[in-house]
Every structure is written in structure tokens, then in C-alpha cells.
């Protein structure tokens, strides 16, 4: 029906040529013309260019698209991260991130022990482990707040980059923060399960031992220290699932910038 109706046209808009022509000549121009118009409105190299840009734009995730799949990403792996240490026994019974006596109070442990007070030196750990899990109650919102305010290029550069680059990224732009953050919720903490007092007496007790080192009674900085670095472990631990897991990538969004991801590694 088209090549019908584009021979008409030509008819129409060449009634002078066709008068013009001779009859013999007349009906071997015309369709020859159709053929060249046909051939003209056809461009093989510009549709195979049209389809390409098309799968390309198809495949590729936007800058935006990037930065909305690794918020959810990082929103997912903080908040599971955040529940299951601030769950009982989070940090007490995970050998990755438990708490354990700072390295300059070890030996007075070991002292401590060896003098029969090893119940003192096992609340005290408890303790320390409980506060943390306490404190991470506290995180998911601090870790949201820090979401929110990734760029674009970060997410980017996060997304591409090595298989640990969102912790490294948190563990740069909000240690300040969190430590500032964190330290009145452990010591808050410290104080209701009565960290504070375990290893206080644990340290009086060690300073009381002839000859030597004495130890620093306060432990609310270096729990506060352990607690973050608890934290920034399991977020690593979500991070490497994520890359690696197909199944840990629950939105159609995360899959397909993942796979976006993937492909760049390959």
C-alpha cells in the first residue's frame, strides 16, 4: 500500500516530465525514482546506530540510578549489620568483633587470673561486649544520615571501585562523626551494665600489684573504638555479599546496577 501510494505521488508531482517523455522512456523512469525515494528513506548504518544506542542505553544504569542502587545497598548492609550486633550476645558471641581486654591490659588479665580473679576479669568482658551491643542500637540512624549525603561521583567511584569501597568510604567520612556521636551512647551504656565499675576494678586491682605498669581505668574510649570497627566489619561482610551474591539483590534497581557492576569487572 505505501509503494501504492508514493507511486501516486510521484505520478502527481511529474505529470510535466511524463507528457514530456516519451512513452517507452516515461514508464522506465518512474519506477526508478520510487526505487531511489524507497532506497533514500531507508539507512541500514543509521537504524544499526539507533539500535545500538538503544541496548547501550538500556544496559547502562544513569549516575542517578547508580547512586539510588548503592544507597539501598548501603541501607540494607547498615541496618542488617546494625540489628545483628545490637542483638544479644551481637558482639559477646562473635569471634570477628568481641570486645576483649585493650593490648596494655592483657597482661594485667593474665596477672589477674593467675591470682584467682578470673570472674572479675570474665564480667568485665561481658560488660564491654554488652555496652557495644547496646551503643549499636544507636547506628542505623547515624549510618542513613551518612547515606543521604553521598554524591553521585562517590557512588560512582564506590560502585566500580575495589570489592570494599563503601566501608572504606563510611570509614573515612564519618569516623569523626560517629566517635563523637557514639561515645555518650557507650558510656551511657558502660554505665547500665556496669562496664564502667568491671573494669575499673580490674584495672585498681592490677595497679595494686608491686613493679608494675600501671593501666588507664577508663575503657569508654577504646569500647567506643571496637564498637565502631565491630560495625564497619559486618558492613564490609554485607558489602562483599551484595558484590558477589546475586540473590543479596533484592530490587530490580540494585540487580541491574550490580550487573552493570559485574560487567565492568569481568
Same mark, same amino acid.
Given at each position: ?94 569471634? +570477628?568483633?568481641?570486645? *576483649? %581486654?585493650?593490648?596494655? =591490659? $592483657? ?8 591470682? !584467682? ?109 571496637? +564498637?565502631?570497627?565491630? *560495625? %564497619?566489619?559486618?558492613? =564490609? $561482610? ?8 546475586? !540473590? ?19
Amino acid at each position: 500500500m505505501a509503494q501504492q501510494r508514493l507511486f501516486k505521488v510521484v505520478l502527481k508531482n511529474h505529470h510535466t516530465i511524463q507528457t514530456a517523455i516519451p512513452m517507452k522512456t516515461k514508464f522506465l523512469l518512474i519506477p526508478s525514482m520510487v526505487i531511489s525515494i524507497s532506497l533514500c528513506s531507508y539507512s541500514p548504518v543509521n537504524n544499526y546506530h539507533t539500535e545500538i544506542r538503544t541496548i547501550k542505553l538500556a544496559q547502562d544504569p544513569s549516575p542517578f540510578e547508580i547512586a539510588g542502587a548503592l544507597k539501598q545497598a548501603l541501607q540494607q548492609g547498615t541496618a542488617k549489620s546494625a540489628d545483628q550486633l545490637s542483638a544479644v550476645d551481637g558482639f559477646f558471641k562473635n569471634a +570477628a568483633v568481641k570486645i *576483649l %581486654f585493650p593490648p596494655q =591490659a $592483657q597482661k594485667a588479665e593474665k596477672t589477674l587470673r593467675g591470682l !584467682g580473679l578470673g570472674k572479675m576479669c570474665d564480667d568485665a568482658i561481658l560488660s564491654m561486649n554488652r555496652a557495644a551491643e547496646d551503643a549499636a542500637k544507636q547506628a542505623k540512624p547515624i549510618f542513613i544520615s551518612a547515606i543521604e549525603h553521598m554524591s553521585l561521583e562517590d557512588a560512582t567511584n564506590i560502585l566500580l571501585g575495589s570489592q570494599d569501597a563503601a566501608t572504606q568510604y563510611f570509614k573515612r567520612t564519618t569516623s569523626a562523626q560517629l566517635t563523637i556521636a557514639f561515645k555518650p551512647i557507650v558510656q551511657a551504656s558502660l554505665n547500665k551494665v556496669g562496664a564502667t565499675k568491671y573494669y575499673a576494678d580490674v584495672a585498681n586491682e592490677y595497679n595494686k600489684v608491686p613493679f608494675v605498669s600501671k593501666i588507664n581505668p577508663d575503657i569508654n574510649a577504646y569500647v567506643t573504638q571496637k +564498637a565502631i570497627d565491630g *560495625l %564497619f566489619y559486618e558492613i =564490609a $561482610q554485607e558489602e562483599l555479599n551484595i558484590r558477589k551474591n546475586i !540473590g543479596a539483590r533484592p530490587s530490580p534497581l540494585m540487580q541491574k546496577v550490580f550487573a552493570f557492576a559485574d560487567s565492568k569487572h569481568l
